[in-house]
């Protein structure tokens, strides 16, 4: 199948005129910046923040590309990961007439983002084994399914989708699969980057949020071929991310040995943890994960919950997601919160 973008692009967004920031038509050099009403005397801050920031982040852009191996001109930037997918249900699918085809039990925003569009939500449970049902997949596609969404590992189940599965939708559809990679740093399975040269219909989700540790800074990428990046950037608003978040994230994608170092902790913790959950007489199962939480299925999964929250033990009741009935999401903490969640869970009777 020849894919041509020009044919999923919704009309309007295909005529759109983007907004140009002065930033954006001028990029040489220059000393004297008298074409943005800025402040031209300083700020109350010692930072630079009178100015307005680099509309595409290239500085950043180019840190990430090396650390990715992916080129800055097919990265995209947002205000968390939540903004791209945002931007690709605006530039993808025309309200009240195309749909998108999302796995449950997933990610919550890909489905609140459709409704906040107006865009039909075709769901396909997942598999007992929480793997794609590419059958039932084959049966629901048509002309207007613009975005397939698969989270790989998935939130809140923990497991990789098989790539070739993966694979097998990017050949079949016209339009875009989105692969949400929030969790890859803690995956045995690879990132589909070196798919992006194959496939101009891929685009790969991934985030500074979990692994990085920076989740109150809202960095999210998009990792696309050049047409989709080129469209993510004519609708975004010109100044999503903020001078200050720019540099901090500069700064913080210097320290890549810690971030290595907490991603390894948390792989031997999360393998511990499934060890000794699995030694409490009301666990029933625990599921094997690639990412930084167990789903853990327990006799009475909400009463446990509450016992925990009241002992100051926050975890998160999935107990009444489809197919996680009885189930709790429990991140992997520290060596010392882990320790004093299972001292918690010895102390309850089932
Ligand atoms: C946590 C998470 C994200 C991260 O979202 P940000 O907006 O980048 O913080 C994205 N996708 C999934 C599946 C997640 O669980």
Redesign the pocket.
Known sequence: MSFEINDIVRPNIRQLTPYSSARHEFSGEASIFLDANENAFGSPLAANVNRYPDPLQLALKEKISSIKGVPAGNIFIGN???EAIDLLYRIFCEPGKDNVILYPPT?GMYEVCAEMNNVEVRKIPLLENFQLNLDATAEMIDANTKLIFV?SPN?PTGNSMHKADIETLLNNLNGLVVV?E??INYARQKTMIPELTEYPNLVI?Q?L??AWGL?GL?I?MAFAGEPVITLLNKVKYPYNISTATQQLAMEALNNISSVNNWTKSTVEQREWMAGQLLLLSFTQKVYPSDANFLLVKMENARKIYEFLAVRGIIVRDRSKVILCDDCLRITIGTGDENKQLLAALKLYKA
Do not use: E, I, M
Request: hydrophobic residues 20%.
């Open positions: 968390g990961s939540d990610y989270c939130n949400d929030a969790y989700l985030t949020s979990k989740a809202r999210g």
